[in-house]
Nanobody, 110 residues
């Protein structure tokens, strides 16, 4: 499966971004899709997951601010990020099983 992430960029603290991840080469609708992030000098960490049935789960650090969703017709998973903080700055990766997207940089700075 190939995963193509996009939507990162520079945003001020308190701002919003929406990340997208388009999947190809798999039966998208039956797979769980996740977002992870990795800040410089830190390990990659879990951010959010959406299961094939639509249930979602979030890291405590983003709960209430981030929303993961999916569009099975477009084979795409989204991560809506609101109230961004400097500590959210990282490279964000989408994930499906053993497959990873190339990452998209999110920079939170005034």
């Amino acid at each position: 499966v190939q995963l193509q992430a996009s939507g990162g960029g520079l945003v001020q603290p308190g701002g919003s971004l929406r990340l997208s991840c388009a999947a190809s080469g798999s039966t998208f609708s039956i797979n769980n899709m996740g977002w992870y992030r990795q800040a410089p000098g830190k390990q990659r960490e879990f951010v959010a997951v959406i299961y094939s049935g639509g249930r979602t789960s979030y890291a405590n650090s983003v709960k209430g601010r981030f929303t993961i969703s999916r569009d099975n017709a477009k084979n795409t998973v989204y991560l809506q990020m609101n109230s961004l903080k400097p500590e959210d700055e990282a490279v964000y990766y989408c994930n499906q099983g053993l497959s990873w997207g190339q990452g998209t940089q999110v920079t939170v700075s005034s």
